[in-house]
């Protein structure tokens, strides 16, 4: 519950509800079942967890697609829930010079965000 109100925060809606929609180890960790769950669902949330217990992800308000091209994306942000220092959460939004590659939708990948795959899964 703390998380899905700090995404809320992060949001700017406090009532959003959130819907799974692709989960790994569950589904299959492969570009085509990322796309064939994601694709074309609208905002999406992204949330990872590394192998050191770091919590943190991306938002992007346009919809995943597989037409093989960056995307530009003014509401996008980078966040961290929590982390083996105890760090609070925060929230970077994306630098206005970089809307243009705050994405990349390629089928072939999994999600990618930012200038020179700054996040890759």
Same mark, same amino acid.
């Given at each position: 519950?703390?998380?899905?109100?700090?995404?809320?925060?992060?949001?700017?809606?406090?009532?959003? /509800? =959130?819907?799974?929609?692709?989960?790994?180890?569950?589904?299959?960790?492969?570009?085509? !079942?990322? /796309?064939?769950? *994601?694709?074309?669902?609208?905002?999406?949330?992204?949330? @990872?967890?590394?192998?050191? #217990?770091?919590l943190f992800g991306v938002f992007t308000? @346009?919809? =995943?697609?597989?037409?093989?091209? #960056?995307?530009?994306?003014?509401?996008?942000?980078?966040? !961290?829930?929590?982390?083996?220092?105890g760090i609070p959460s925060n929230i970077?939004?994306?630098?206005? !010079?970089?809307?243009?590659?705050?994405?990349? /939708?390629?089928? !072939?990948?999994?999600?990618i965000f930012g200038n020179g795959s700054?996040? *890759?899964?």
């Open positions: 519950m703390e998380h899905t109100q700090k995404l809320n925060e992060f949001y700017d809606k406090f009532n959003q /509800h =959130w819907k799974l929609i692709y989960k790994t180890p569950h589904d299959d960790f492969d570009a085509k !079942t990322f /796309h064939s769950r *994601c694709d074309n669902q609208g905002p999406t949330m992204t949330i @990872i967890l590394s192998n050191n #217990n770091y308000a @346009i919809p =995943w697609t597989s037409d093989n091209s #960056n995307k530009s994306v003014k509401a996008a942000f980078v966040f !961290t829930l929590t982390n083996p220092q970077y939004r994306i630098v206005p !010079t970089e809307v243009g590659n705050a994405v990349r /939708h390629y089928s !072939t990948f999994d999600p700054d996040i *890759c899964l």
